[in-house]
């Protein structure tokens, strides 16, 4: 009885190297895999539609509609009640920013140019139709013609993963 007592009241010893294993295992794991995930920058006021695409988001130029304005790399560029209420195809304000933009990045290839410049836009899920049509063809006028639509991607049993991209003619769900 005296020695289990006294084996009891010994002090324990941490061993520390198992411990450094396992957290040089979890740092190498969260380094290779860190590059997986590409997440667009997120607005509050924005509630993006739903979809099942699995293309993740490519780091381009985004345009983002809230419910009241039309921002370019987070700077307003026009309201979306103008916008609307304009009868031309264009909207001027998208326009000179997305030129002011292209000439700030020229082409690589003759093969880039022909392909034309890469956006995404960020719209809420409520914006009406005619305003993201108008969105899309200034764009494609302003030779920014590949189109990507920002969308929530939700698995087939519809809960929210995370923020991906699709391409403006592929997107379903």
């Known amino acids: 009885m005296a020695r289990q007592h006294k084996r009891q009241n010994g002090q324990g010893k941490l061993n520390l190297v198992s411990l450094m294993d396992i957290f040089t295992i979890l740092v190498f794991f969260l380094l290779v895999n ?12 924005i509630k993006l ?10 780091n381009n130029l985004v345009v983002m509609v809230s ?33 002011y933009q292209a000439s700030r990045k020229p082409y690589r290839s003759p093969e880039e140019e022909e392909k034309g410049r890469d956006v ?3 719209g809420d899920q409520g914006i009406p139709y005619k305003l993201l049509k108008k969105i899309m063809t200034t764009c494609a006028k302003s030779d920014f013609r590949n189109i990507s639509l ?24």
Do not use: Y
């Open 34 to 45: 860190s590059s997986d995930v590409e997440v667009l920058q997120n607005n509050k006021d």
């Open 49 to 58: 539609p739903e979809s099942i695409a699995e293309k993740k988001p490519e």
């Open 67 to 99: 419910k009241s304005d039309i921002l370019v790399g987070g700077r307003k560029v026009a309201s979306v009640a103008s916008a609307l209420a304009g009868a031309e195809s264009e909207i001027a304000g998208l326009k000179t920013e997305l030129e």
């Open 120 to 122: 995404t836009i960020m």
């Open 150 to 173: 920002a969308v929530s991607q939700v698995p087939n049993d519809g809960a929210e993963v995370t923020v991906g991209g699709g391409d403006a003619a592929g997107v379903g769900g």
